[in-house]
């Protein structure tokens, strides 16, 4: 599993080292899209990471309970000392601040480098338009590309730590716990998500993908990029546009979808955009 895991990656078997941590991260969040599709597909998911592990290798993606409940599981077979933390990341100004397991964080230990001493990292794959490469667990302001990061101890969850992110990006910020937990500390939030009508993820379908010098993201039909040449949004009015789209920025082929499957999701989307318009759109 392992062997073709990093195949996915286009990386090879290494021992633990900072450079393989950057290197490991850097190629997930480029080639393994953010993406609740299977939401939109009907087809119930897991937090198990063996399971999002294999739909990973299969050319698939997740959110971050899939993307780093996987990339912990890998992270571990490597030799890497990982520990999941539980999370809340708030997407608007108005949410409070707190872990409330609508996130998983994973922190990596035991990894000194000239500007992390300590060696402990904050390792994240599940943010959708997060950070690109680890950022030291010490407090600071971080720079990674076009956007710009911070790092501090969190009001709200004494001894965890609080992510701010850059402003022109999908959420303000993330809080998470300083003790380590297990997946199943996520099944409930997990459930929420993928199928209360009150979840963002059931109401549109949101796929992302960072690079070096920005993302490109899709929610619903609209494709969009943010970073060092953002430019105007388009709106993906056309099957074949759209699963274009997903092959080509997002590298997601649907090899596992069948054409009947494809036909169905496009007719939710489609759907969903067009109430979107009506409710929340542009005149």
Not at 131 to 136: A, D, F, G, L, R
Not at 156 to 178: I, K, L, N, Q
């Amino acid at each position: 599993m392992i062997e073709r895991y990093l195949r996915r990656l286009g990386l090879n078997d290494a021992p633990p080292s900072v450079e393989g941590l950057f290197r490991l991260q850097r190629a997930h969040v480029e080639r393994v899209p953010y993406e609740n599709l299977e939401i939109w597909l009907g087809r119930p998911t897991t937090v198990d990471p063996m399971e999002s592990a294999l739909r990973i290798i299969s050319g698939r993606g997740g959110y971050c309970f899939h993307l780093n409940g996987a990339l912990s599981l890998l992270l571990e077979r490597l030799g890497y000392q990982v520990t999941r933390h539980y999370g809340g990341v708030q997407d608007t100004p108005d949410k409070a601040p707190g872990a409330n397991g609508n996130h998983l964080v994973l922190v990596v230990s035991d990894l000194p480098s000239e500007d992390n001493p300590e060696g402990r990292w904050f390792v994240d794959a599940g943010l959708g338009d997060g950070i690109h490469e680890p950022i030291p667990l010490v407090e600071g302001a971080y720079g990674q590309g076009p956007f710009q990061y911070g790092l501090r101890p969190s009001e709200s969850d004494p001894g965890g730590w609080r992510f701010e992110h850059d402003h022109r990006c999908s959420f303000t910020g993330m809080d998470f716990r300083a003790e380590p937990t297990g997946m199943d500390a996520f099944a409930a939030s997990h459930e929420h998500l993928s199928t209360s009508p009150e979840s963002g993820f059931v109401r549109a379908a949101a796929i992302a993908r960072r690079d070096a010098t920005g993302v490109d993201s899709l929610t619903g039909l609209v494709l969009k990029r943010i970073g060092s040449e953002t430019g105007s949004p388009t709106t993906l009015d056309r099957p074949e546009d759209y699963f274009a789209a997903l092959a080509d920025v997002f590298g997601m082929t649907l090899d596992d979808v069948s054409a009947a499957e494809r036909d169905k999701l496009w007719q939710r989307l489609y759907t969903a955009h067009e109430r979107w318009l009506r409710r929340d759109g542009p005149s």
